[in-house]
């Protein structure tokens, strides 16, 4: 199975400051016809996950344009270029280039 | 409104089986494939299981597979998961997804299974 590692594991984080999240595969998230399959969600406590981004960058509706994908091949990172109080909770990435699916370990992410 | 329900789960001694469904609205069901994720208590989020459209493809992750099976009823906009021969590892909220681009962007608020003596 595909090996998604994140860095790091708890980010804490000052309001209006900028997080990044780095999420690492063991293979290629690169499809034959040039996609990247990779997205990332944000969990709150008893919630269930949401989608942020989609195919490396693509920001899903409702999303704040705060919320950034970037990468490719095996290597991405999600980036909040504020941090706002509501961002708190973990943010897992996921490859769905290879079955099964698998999701990083998870990175939380706290106010100072 | 855009939702998925899930519905079926609770408590069950090692072995036994249940049955979860999820009730889709507010969108084309039969157009999009859809998966089964579960969450084990304060741990991470595993992807169980997917179907096509028209229920003729599948995969399972290998730790449910000959114990899970998936299915769905487009004329009840309905996604199911029987799992039987049921362990405590299986023990997690499960949430049914939509499918689109290769991840899951509607999500259920989850069903919690739990599986104890």
């Known amino acids: 199975d595909v090996v998604m590692t994140q860095s790091p594991l708890s980010l804490p984080v000052t309001p209006g400051q900028p997080a990044s999240i780095s999420c690492t595969s063991t293979q290629s998230l690169v499809d034959s016809d040039g996609t990247t399959y990779l997205s990332w969600f944000h969990q709150r406590p008893g919630q269930p996950p949401r989608q942020l981004i989609y195919?490396?960058?693509y920001r899903d509706s409702g999303v704040p344009d705060r919320f950034s994908g970037s990468g490719s091949g095996t290597d991405f990172t999600l980036k909040i270029s504020r941090v706002e109080a509501e961002d708190v909770g973990i943010y897992y990435c996921?490859?769905?280039?290879?079955?099964?699916?698998?999701f990083g370990q998870g990175t939380k992410v706290e106010i100072k | 409104e855009v939702q998925l329900a899930e519905s079926g789960g609770g408590l069950v001694q090692p072995g036994g089986s249940l049955r979860l469904s999820c009730a889709a609205s507010g969108f084309a069901f039969n157009s999009y494939w859809m998966s089964w994720v579960r969450q084990a208590p304060g741990k991470g989020l595993e992807w169980v299981a997917i179907?096509?459209?028209?229920?003729?493809?599948?995969y399972f992750v290998d730790s449910v597979k000959g114990r899970f099976t998936i299915s769905r009823d487009n004329a009840e906009n309905s996604l199911y998961l029987q799992m039987n021969s049921l362990r405590a590892e299986d023990t997690a909220v499960y949430y049914c997804?939509?499918?689109?681009?290769?991840?899951?962007?509607?999500w259920g608020q989850g069903t919690m299974v739990t599986v104890s003596s």
């Open positions: 997804t939509r499918d689109i681009h290769r991840t899951g962007d509607l």
């Open positions: 996921l490859q769905g280039r290879h079955w099964p699916r698998t």
């Open positions: 179907i096509n459209q028209d229920g003729s493809v599948k």
């Open positions: 195919k490396v960058s």
